[in-house]
């Protein structure tokens, strides 16, 4: 695989979009595994892996799409 921008060798893939990237362009920050409820304190928590690899390239919405098709 080839880097999105540059077309070197890929190092890692963006974990939203899946575009390859090198280790120049690769960026790093959070992406949420998990949301789960709290049972002790009644709220949602969630399960942060802080630094995966983004391309800086895909924009991921900040709000949840809503699928009412899958209900």
Request: charged letters at 25%; hydrophobic letters at 40%.
């Amino acid at each position: 695989m080839l880097c999105w921008f540059c077309a070197e060798g890929a190092r890692a893939t963006c974990r939203f979009c899946g575009r390859g990237v090198c280790a120049e362009h690769a960026r790093f920050g959070p992406y949420i595994l998990e949301v789960t409820r709290s049972v002790r304190r009644d709220r949602a928590e969630a399960l942060v892996v802080e630094d995966a690899v983004q391309c800086g390239a895909c924009h991921p919405r900040p709000q949840p799409v809503a699928m009412p098709e899958l209900d």
